[in-house]
């Protein structure tokens, strides 16, 4: 469960910048909101994913409420997943 976890939190990372720096820029400058289309559902899908297997990791892996809470957290800030596997996860 933990690789899996590992690599949903890359992937909502990376996707979560992807929208942040790319798609919703493209979509202001240009009035093109095809990216954010395409970059929203699954970065949704990730997120979700990333919070409902944090739950279950929380016993396995023995996270106390802050460690918990600073997970949970880092998904909603940029780079956040990428801190959370580098000083957690490894």
């Known amino acids: 469960m933990k690789n899996i976890f590992r690599v949903i939190s890359f ?7 992807l929208l942040l720096f790319v798609a919703v820029p493209i979509k202001y400058f240009t009035d093109n909101e095809t990216y954010v289309q395409m970059l929203g ?19 396995e ?18 780079f956040g997943t990428f801190y959370i596997d580098k000083k957690y996860l490894k």
């Not at 992937?11 to 910048?17: A, N, Q």
């Open 61 to 78: 892996l023995k996270w106390n409420n802050k460690i918990f809470f600073t997970v949970l957290i880092a998904s909603i800030i940029p």
């Open 41 to 59: 559902m699954p970065h949704g899908i990730l997120f979700l994913g990333y919070i409902v297997i944090a739950f279950l990791l929380k016993p």
């Open 11 to 17: 992937l909502e990372g990376v996707s979560f910048i």
